[in-house]
């Protein structure tokens, strides 16, 4: 079993933790509400890699959700968000028979309860009040913050006794079905999994995982945020998933049966050229070919060799662009203007894409140049001030208090 107990407060509350504590004492006042905080996260490598049963390298950031949990008295579940300015609440016997596409934002708090409740008794009601810093709908992962956020305050008021990969996977089971987005584990795992300076070698195929370690005086992680919002469900992700899945069947056919599209090599892809269409040919490409970035990636973070890394963050990009089709103009902006600059290793979208943000891999001490010369390029192309964010990259979901 993971570590579940609570982690060495920091410092300082954030604002927003500040933020829903008041709130929920305002509207709860007799009950000290416990706290915990579940993190968003960036991908450094392994694009659309998740859901093909491939690695994936995110970093867990130090912005997320924070919730301020209590049991009620009664039977009623009752979800508010601070970010949203909304309230949701329902009785436990009549949340299952509700419309998961008519809950809105509530569907992630909500599908999370429910998914649990399926495993284990829960017949107490509940309050849940939410408050996020990290930007919403920008691909840094705000959505898994809020799940696992949920899923950690309920198992310990319910004291369930989950480890963290189960609720991971409760997360994500909650998000396939409540949520309607078909997406891989990454996120969920990272905002559950994540260790404090370095990131997380997810194995999706198992969800095995290792810890890479990234040296802090070697590179820094600058985010660039292109304020572009989107929403997945509105985008062409659950499309991408089934490109992807029709690919694997034809593969399967003809070069021998194996699990996913990460398990086939390239030279599998090309003997069946005439028998797949050209999209899918192009993302089943994308695949494979992350795929080995990935791992020769990996090996170029152990050895300390930024350079390498570098080159294989901005193929992936390239790769997500042309072959995937999940860029748009504002991340091909961003990506390119810091990758031709001599203090940046790499650049790359981060996330599902569409819009959101972009990560450089830049050299310590640099970030604000970096920043300034992007946001330039940027500004003249779209009239637009993007967002930049230094990362410190930081641990999964925890207590606080
Ligand atoms: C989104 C999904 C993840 C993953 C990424 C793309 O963040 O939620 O599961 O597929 O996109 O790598």
């Known amino acids: ?108 708090p909500i599908g999370v309860f429910l998914v649990m409740s399926k495993k284990v008794e829960m017949h107490q009601g509940v309050d849940l009040w939410f408050a ?58 990272a905002s559950a999994l994540a260790a404090s300076g370095g990131a997380l070698l997810l194995h ?14 070697q590179v820094e992680i600058l985010v660039m945020n292109s304020l572009k919002q989107r929403s997945l469900g509105e985008t062409g992700f659950n499309d991408r998933v089934r490109e992807c899945a029709g690919a694997l069947r034809v593969l399967q056919e003809e070069c021998g049966h194996r699990a996913f599209l990460c398990d086939y090599q390239q030279q599998d892809l090309e003997s069946v050229a005439g028998k797949l269409d050209p999209v899918a040919h192009k993302r089943a ?58 203090t940046v290793f790499g650049s790359r979208l981060t996330g599902a894409g569409f819009g959101g943000c972009a990560i450089a891999l830049v050299k310590p001490g640099c970030s604000s140049e970096v920043s300034e010369v992007v946001a330039e390029s940027f500004r003249c192309r779209f009239g637009v001030e993007p967002a930049f964010y230094v990362l410190r990259s930081g641990l999964g979901m925890r207590r606080i208090s």
């Open 204 to 217: 999706c195929r198992d969800g095995s995982f290792e810890q890479v370690p990234i040296a802090a005086d």
């Open 285 to 342: 490409r994308h695949v494979i070919l992350e795929m080995q970035r990935v791992q020769k990636g990996v090996q170029s973070l152990r050895s300390g060799d930024l350079s390498r890394f570098g080159e294989a963050v901005n193929a992936s990009h390239r790769s997500t662009a042309v072959d995937y089709e999940v860029s748009c103009p504002e991340l091909d902006v961003l990506t390119e203007s810091a990758s031709s600059l001599p």
């Open 1 to 108: 079993m993971a570590d579940q107990s609570p982690m060495p407060e920091s410092q300082q509350l954030s604002k927003a933790a500040e933020q829903v504590l008041a709130a929920f004492q305002k509207a709860v006042p007799r009950v000290k509400p416990l706290l915990c905080f579940a993190p968003g996260r960036v991908n450094l490598l392994g694009a659309h890699l998740d859901y093909n049963g491939g690695d994936v390298l995110p970093v867990a950031v130090d912005q997320g959700v924070y919730v301020a949990a209590a049991m009620r008295s009664d039977a009623r579940v009752s979800v508010c968000s601070l970010n949203e300015q909304a309230r949701f609440d329902c009785d436990i016997d009549e949340l299952a028979s509700l419309a998961a596409n008519r809950l809105g934002w509530a569907a992630y």
């Open 132 to 189: 996020g810093d990290v930007p919403i709908g920008a691909g840094l992962s705000s959505s898994a913050a809020l799940e696992l956020a949920t899923a950690f305050a309920l198992n310990e008021l319910y004291q369930i006794g989950f480890d963290r990969v189960e609720l991971a996977r409760i997360a994500h089971q909650a998000e396939n079905e409540y949520v309607g987005l078909d997406c891989g584990i990454m996120d969920q795992f």
